[in-house]
């Protein structure tokens, strides 16, 4: 409902007026009646009103004066002006922009009502308009903070222009010294959760001067703009300010933050590339794992990676892969990274190198045909290594494991010859020409090859592992048999007797008949 007081110098008009017109069925509430322009002014100063109904022609404060003071004190007031046809143009003339309607007398209850319907209406949508508008005003008042981040991370992006920022600095309430800037980015690990983020940035305001911004960028990590009115000054507080938020967070037993800053700049276009700067540094800083402030200017007169060198050093490390030598191979990888960390890269960069180190590792096992199509340690594509410490350690693993799957390829082949060894043992042992190189012939090995995998693999040389077969050979036909010693030296590979006497009385410390003796008893 809305509320309406009507004006009126002759009591009849105003008696009139209120019973006939049904102001509820209408929208509103006739909240007062007044005899002239000065009574209805002392009652607006302390009571709201919506709609002021009023005769032009009233003594003391007539209705155009009324109008008047309503229009310039009360401008959400409507003004409806009761006039006679003489006075009707002028009061049109002199108060048109002030009144919301013109009504001429003698007015009728449905005429007034008539009226009354479309000032209701339009009143209906100027509240909805006001509320629509306040309800944006609060939305604004809530976004607030999230549009002042916004601003200050298009600032820093370099989406903003010369006049955007001017405009949106004042709006957003930013103190600009107009002198020196820094950017300083901290990446905050995953692990932190949200509790945990806005804790640090309370922390880093209560540390930071009143001119400093902290705010989170669209990665949820911390940027910071540093402002000061002496460069030298900036750079040092900006260091302190970095270092004791270091001190705060390695108190947490939380995982460490990464910190980096961009160079001092001069003008708030600049602020992009100051930006660039930290990111940069920061990214340095986490492909090192390095937990302290890294500073953009300390690294970019790094010395250039020379990729000769690199290549270089590849080729070292494939050489020692192909020589088995894993000491010489874990020592190439290391001089590979220390020289891939004396270099300021990016992380595409560092990624890059990573890729060409395995696809080297990666290529050596496909020759060797040590790699499956299930083997998980060798991935075709290298991985995700956060720091340059957990690459190294990743491809010294796989270096490791290279060495084990030689080991085991090497052993299955030693194992696959012994037993082909002992097979041909087996059959020609009784064969007294059968000798070394009649071993080697049958397992396409050089003599030295073959004893060498023999000794390592039975512990015995192949002659005294065949003098070993053929004494226990000789042991089960002394069990079984009736044989002489003669005979039973023919069988298991000797033509002289007295030879075979004497190895197996070396073997058992018995002679033949002896042992035979010793089983019979």
Known sequence: MFRLIFVDDEAIIRNGISQCVNWGSNGFVLAGMFENGQEALNYLQDNPVDVVITDINMPGMD?????????EQYP???????????DFEYARQAVQNQVREFLLKPITAEELSLVLETVRDELDARKEKEIRQEEMREKLKKSFPLLRERFFNRLISGRL????????????????????????LIVVPESWDELERLTLQEQIKAIADECDEVFFNFSENLVLIFQGRDKTVLHKRSQTVLEQIFQYTGSREKEQIYAGCGEIVDKVESLPESHRGASGAVEYSRILGLTRIVFIEDIR????????????????????????????SLRALDEIFTFIEQHYLSRDDVFSYYTRIHMVIYNFLKEMGLLSSDDSAFPQKPGYYPTLNEARDAFAAMISDIEGKIDRRRNDAILSRLDKAREIIAERY???????????????LSTSQFSFLFKEGTGQTFIEFLTSYRVEEAKKLLKSTDLKAYEIAEKVGYQDARYFSLIFRKQTGLTAMEYRRKLES
């Open 161 to 184: 222009t010369g006049d955007d920022i001017v405009r949106r600095r004042e709006y957003f309430q930013w103190t600009d010294w107009g002198a020196f800037y820094r950017v300083s």
């Open 76 to 86: 959400g007031t409507m003004v409806l002006l009761l006039t006679g046809y003489d």
């Open 430 to 444: 009784s064969d007294s020409r059968f000798s070394l190189q009649d071993m080697c012939n049958e397992l396409y």
């Open 63 to 71: 209705g155009l004066t009324l109008s008047r003071i309503v229009a």
């Open 301 to 328: 007169d790094s010395r250039q990676v020379t990729p000769g060198q690199f290549y270089l050093k590849l080729d070292t490390l494939l050489e020692a892969l192909k020589e088995r030598r894993k000491e010489d």
